[in-house]
């Protein structure tokens, strides 16, 4: 249950950011060059280029330093200790709820009417 | 209102008895452990008034590895509601119990101040939801990724 803070919450101050998040889960699907990316949205590419630094920065994504178009590519590490945090803690209430509702049932049952 | 966690459950109960499950070791030992661990019974210590408190220590059924969990109550009004504060991550939770009538109770986990990475100002601006809907949603992003 460790989180790297300062990380978490670079992204997600990368991800309020409606573009940004959809450029992620474009992202998701496959790596994809800054043209590709650009053309779903009614942007010039250094428009969207800006976005791809605010991600770049915060290790949301990486881009090859080789490659002649540079593809980006989703890196899932900030990604996925957020989530991991989340679906943990709902997890662990929604199994408590379950044994509660079991263990109401064992101690009425045992004791009184229903 | 986004750096929060939500959990509701309605139970077949009359809220009375469902307020001292959560209070009283002999009952809290059966539930507090989610799946694949449990909550021995000498290791919970509940004193519950304000300043009193709330600890626990859950053991992985696995490998015995220990989960130490210490809060301290802000808030006991019995039966309709519980609010702890943890010490370490300064997290608060507070547990609404509504009577619905018909022996049946509704609990309501109200998380906030959740760590945080999850609550910066930027990151409030954007997720107008809870955290819980951005988790899910994250988490399908990152689904897609895999496969």
């Given at each position: 249950m460790t989180v790297p803070d300062d990380q978490l919450d670079a992204a997600f101050a990368a991800l309020a950011d409606p573009t940004r998040r959809a450029i992620v889960n474009r992202l998701a699907r496959g790596d994809a060059t800054v043209n590709e990316l650009a053309a779903p949205f009614d942007m010039t590419l250094p428009g969207i280029s800006k976005h791809l630094k605010v991600l770049e920065r915060c290790g949301l994504i990486s881009r090859s330093r080789h490659a002649q178009f540079r593809p980006c590519h989703l890196e899932r590490g900030p990604l996925d200790s957020a989530v991991t945090w989340i679906e943990e803690n709902r997890r662990i209430w929604t199994e408590r709820f379950d044994k509660l509702d079991q263990h109401l049932r064992d101690i009425q049952g045992a004791t009184d009417h229903e | 209102m986004s750096d929060e966690l939500v959990y509701t459950r309605?139970?077949?109960?009359?809220?009375?008895?469902?307020?001292?499950?959560?209070?009283?070791?002999?009952?809290?030992?059966?539930?507090?452990?989610?799946?694949?661990?449990?909550?021995?019974?000498?290791?919970?210590?509940?004193?519950?008034?304000?300043?009193?408190?709330?600890?626990?220590?859950?053991?992985?059924?696995?490998?015995?590895?220990?989960?130490?969990?210490?809060?301290?109550?802000?808030?006991?009004?019995?039966?309709?509601?519980?609010?702890?504060?943890?010490?370490?991550?300064?997290?608060?939770?507070?547990?609404?119990?509504?009577?619905?009538?018909?022996?049946?109770?509704?609990?309501?986990?109200?998380?906030?101040?959740?760590?945080?990475?999850?609550?910066?100002?930027?990151?409030?601006?954007?997720?107008?939801?809870?955290?819980d809907r951005c988790a899910a949603y994250l988490a399908e992003v990152l689904a897609g990724n895999t496969r």
């Open positions: - | 309605i139970f077949d109960a009359p809220r009375e008895l469902v307020f001292r499950c959560m209070i009283d070791p002999q009952h809290l030992t059966h539930f507090w452990g989610p799946h694949g661990v449990h909550t021995p019974i000498e290791n919970i210590i509940v004193d519950p008034r304000p300043g009193g408190v709330f600890q626990t220590i859950m053991v992985n059924d696995a490998d015995g590895a220990e989960y130490p969990s210490k809060g301290v109550f802000i808030e006991v009004v019995e039966p309709e509601r519980l609010v702890w504060i943890e010490d370490d991550i300064n997290m608060t939770t507070t547990s609404t119990f509504t009577d619905l009538g018909g022996s049946r109770t509704e609990v309501r986990i109200h998380q906030t101040n959740v760590p945080a990475a999850f609550r910066s100002p930027e990151a409030q601006a954007g997720f107008k939801s809870s955290l």
